[in-house]
Structures are given as structure tokens and as C-alpha cells.
């Protein structure tokens, strides 16, 4: 199936999890906020959210700013 | 813990100076420069987690930093449901209940939205965040994001990253002469001097982030305004004498070096 992450088409194996994703990507997930289709998804749910094709996922870190 | 601390909802803290995060040349300078300023509120902004460069994320090094609350930032908004949806996902990371707010729509001058500006701190103070709203320096808005229940107001000083200096300072006046949540101005510093100029107003804290990094020392710069800004609330706390329009003498004006006639 194709999910979008981070703006980025991806092709990704059916029903994946979105902790299997982050995994994949190399992303802690303590250390990232995840937003689904524009709802936030907190660390303790991402193992049992399964990802639908189409599904728009957002990874994000802190960086630096003022 | 000292008497005198700069109170935030139900979080207390020692230093009246918080740092941001941006501009610094690596990290390691940035963390040199935050240990230097004995800041207790460090800010950051949240960004796309970048696959190729892992060594990007903040997170990791300031988590080691010992005292250092985060406070992110809703940099990038340009609305008030981005704010907020920001404030969410940040606080995902952060662990804080502290966020500043900062809805700016131009990226020219970077000059806060202020009717988002108080729409996201309404929804996010409701949510139990301790909203910290960077702000135009308006007495009347200050009031109305009290209203809404933020943790602080946080007014320029002069655009962000311009180092025009406290610009600001008579709508400053104002809004602290009013105020029941702590002032601290947020952006355009550029000198300590401005920095303890600003306490000594009775503002509660400053922000500065362009000031250190773009130091050409950032540490020690970073020191530099750690004693201006302590100074500056001594200075406030002491009360400063009030302005005379005339010289009031220091010294006896006694007639004895005159000759006799």
C-alpha cells in the first residue's frame, strides 16, 4: 500500500502498524511526535494503529529554535 | 530555592533567563551556552524527522541537561489550529506542560498573529498547557490573553532576530504596570545592557536566543547575560530613586574654599 510520510510517498506492507513505520525509519519513538491524517497518535497507541493506504503520516522531532 | 523565584502555573524557577535553541554554529556550543546562561527554560521548535540526518534531533542532548524544563515553540503556525495542533504533538515529545505560543503569518518580519495569537492560547490554557504567547507589545491584549488564563504574557522587544533593542520599552511599561502574570520579553535583544534595562522595568523574565548564538563567543556571551539579567532584578527588587528634573546635590555646599570678603 502507499501511505504519505513526512510529504514523501511511500510504499509500505499492508496493514502495517505505525510503530512497525517508525521502527523501519529508524525513529525512536520516545523521541517523536506522530501525527495520523492530522490527529495526534501518543507513543503508547502506535503499536496497535494499523496504517490504510492513502493514510498521511506525520513524523516530527525537536530541533532548534527560539 | 531561593525566595525570589519567576512563578509559571504551578512551576517555580530560579533563573529570570530562558534561552532558545536556534542559530548556534553545532550543538555543542549551544549546550556550552545554555550551561553558561544557567537557564532553566530552554525553547524548541519541532521539525520533519529527517531519516538522513538522525543527529538533527535535539531531543536527545537537552534531555541530558540536568534542571533544563523545554519549552517548545509553535514556530511554522501560521493559524491558530496549527498552533494548537503543534502544542499537541510537542508536548508529545517534551513531557512539559509549558508551550510558547507563536503564530507569526509573514515571514518577513515575523510579527505575531494577535487574534490567533489568543484564540490558540484560549483552546491550549483550557487543555491545561501553561501557555507562554509571544506577542505584540499591546497593553490591551495582554489583558485579553490573561483573561484566557496564560501562564505569562511574552511581548517583543523588537522583531525577532533583529537586535533593535527594547523598541518596545513604553508599551512595556504599561503592560507590566497591569499585568497579574509575568512579563517577559521575547525577542529583539541584542545587548546585556537591554537585557538588565528590561528587569529593571519589573519585567519578570527575558527570552534571548539571536543575542548568544550569534555571539562571536556564544558561551561566554551567554554568562554575560546571566549577571545582566540578575542584576537587573537586584536593581528592581532595590527599587530604583525617582527622576528629578533638576541636580539634588550629593554633596555639602559649603562656602569654606570661597575667600573671605
Known sequence: MQVQ????????????????LLAALGASSGRVAVMLNDD???????????????????ILTFAGGG | MNSDVLQLGNLAFNSRLLLGTGKYSDTATMLRSIEA????????????????????????PLSQLKGVTLMPNTSGA????????????????SGSPLIKVEIHPNPQHLLPDPIETLEAARVLAAEGFLVMPYMPA???????????????VMPLGAPIGSGQGLGTSEMLRIIIENSRVPVIVDAGLRAPSEAAAAMEMGCAAVLINSAVAAAEQP????????????AGRAAYLAGLMPR????????????FLKPET
Not at chain 2, 78 to 93: K, S
Not at chain 2, 244 to 255: N, Q
Open chain 2, 244 to 255: 528629578r528634573a533638576t541636580a539634588s546635590a550629593t554633596s555639602p555646599l559649603t562656602s
Open chain 2, 78 to 93: 501560521r493559524d491558530a489550529a496549527e498552533a494548537v495542533r503543534a502544542a499537541r504533538l510537542a508536548r508529545e515529545i
Open chain 2, 138 to 152: 499591546d497593553p490591551v491584549l495582554a489583558k485579553r490573553l490573561e483573561d484566557v488564563g496564560v501562564a505569562s
Open chain 1, 40 to 58: 495526534v497518535i501518543p507513543a503508547a497507541e502506535r503499536a496497535a494503529r494499523r496504517l490504510a493506504a492513502g493514510d498521511r503520516v506525520e
Open chain 2, 37 to 60: 546562561s544557567g537557564a532553566q527554560i530552554v525553547t524548541v521548535a519541532l521539525r520533519r524527522f529527517n531519516r538522513e540526518r538522525p543527529s538533527d534531533d535535539l531531543f536527545g
Open chain 2, 219 to 230: 558561551a561566554a556571551m551567554a554568562a554575560a547575560f546571566a549577571q545582566a539579567v540578575q
Open chain 1, 5 to 20: 510520510v513526512n510529504g514523501e510517498a511511500m510504499e509500505r506492507p499492508d496493514g502495517e502498524t505505525l510503530a512497525a
